[in-house]
């Protein structure tokens, strides 16, 4: 069974930085679209980033220049770099692949952003 696990989440004042990293049990990362999500508290899940298998990278308006997405499939590994952290940035924040026959999700992690 494929499991994802995120972890670099934290407290960060405005302006920080953290990254994000969403490791999986399996290898399951090659030819897939991976993601991130985030959910902020009383709203609903919303897109912030994904990679493709060729690399290409999408990323929400919100937060389009400040992170960047990547990925190591070597490591079953791929990131999410937030720099100039904002208080509207956060949310628990959730790393997906998407197969062509199914969606994982990690547990989610926590970032908080102080004014």
């Known amino acids: 069974q494929v499991q994802l696990v995120e972890s670099g989440g934290g407290l960060v004042q405005a302006g920080g930085s953290l990254r994000l990293s969403c490791a999986a049990s399996?290898?399951?990362?090659?030819?897939?679209?991976l993601g991130w999500y985030r959910q902020a508290p009383g709203k609903q899940r919303e897109f912030v980033a994904r990679i493709t298998s060729g690399r290409s990278t999408y990323y929400a308006d919100s937060v389009k220049g400040r992170f960047t997405i990547s990925r190591d499939n070597a490591k079953n590994t791929f990131y999410l770099q937030m720099n100039s952290l904002r208080p509207d940035d956060t949310a628990v924040y959730y790393c997906n692949v998407q197969t062509v026959v199914a969606g994982y999700w990690g547990q989610g992690t926590q970032v908080t952003v102080s004014s």
């Open positions: 399996g290898s399951i990362f090659s030819g897939n679209v």
